[in-house]
């Protein structure tokens, strides 16, 4: 059954589907906290959601270590599926991927632990996709920096505890720092390092 769950579950389409991803992605990123539509492309094993899976079909490859949450490390369907569909080996700690899939981000470890680049090399960084169940059902948050006009604001959910707090130390690091896709059912939000968070409108 691992097999036949790590085999299917691709892009139908790789290179035409892996193009729209990637439109949305960086559409996502140069408009940070709006959102981009992603469809169901993807058809991975649980509990690694199908918007989860088309980024990584994406952006990840075989120089591109790949670290797993503990609820997707769990799932030994999940970790052949990425090796067979991206060739991306796993990370064994935070600081060594480029990406992290996260599952269950109400119980993600500290922003700090994974990779924060360097002053010369900034995108030595990892770039940390988080499974959300909405973008807009939980706490509105409201974002300002560059590619954000005036104010734009989201409401996902789950984040981690104190995700605030930890977003304003996050980039307090720039140019170093971890960058952020929240993937949702129907769309992605991306949020770089330079963009700034709070919890109420000024």
Not at 86 to 91: N, S
Request: with cysteine; glycine share 8%.
């Amino acid at each position: 059954m691992v097999l036949a769950e790590h085999i299917t579950g691709g892009f139908g389409d790789p290179v035409f589907n892996a193009q729209s991803v990637f439109r949305s992605v960086m559409g996502a990123i140069a408009r940070p906290g709006t959102v981009s539509p992603v469809a169901s492309l993807a058809g991975p094993p649980a509990p690694l959601s199908p918007t989860a899976a088309a980024i990584a079909l994406t952006l990840c490859d075989q120089d591109t270590p790949v670290w797993l949450d503990a609820s997707l490390r769990g799932s030994e369907a999940v970790a052949s599926w990425i090796g067979f569909h991206t060739g991306a080996p796993l990370a064994h700690t935070p600081a060594d991927a480029h990406f992290a899939l996260v599952a269950d981000p109400a119980s993600l470890m500290a922003l700090e632990n994974f990779a924060q680049g360097t002053q010369e090399y900034p995108d030595r960084s990892t770039t940390l996709v988080f499974q959300v169940a909405s973008l807009t059902a939980g706490e509105t948050l409201f974002f300002e920096g560059p590619g954000i006009e005036r104010v734009a604001t989201l409401a996902p959910t789950p984040l981690p505890r104190h995700f605030i707090e930890q977003w304003k130390q996050n980039r307090a690091r720039f140019p170093r720092g971890v960058d952020l896709i929240l993937a949702a059912g129907d769309g992605i939000a991306c949020l770089p390092r330079s963009t700034r968070i709070r919890a109420s409108e000024a």
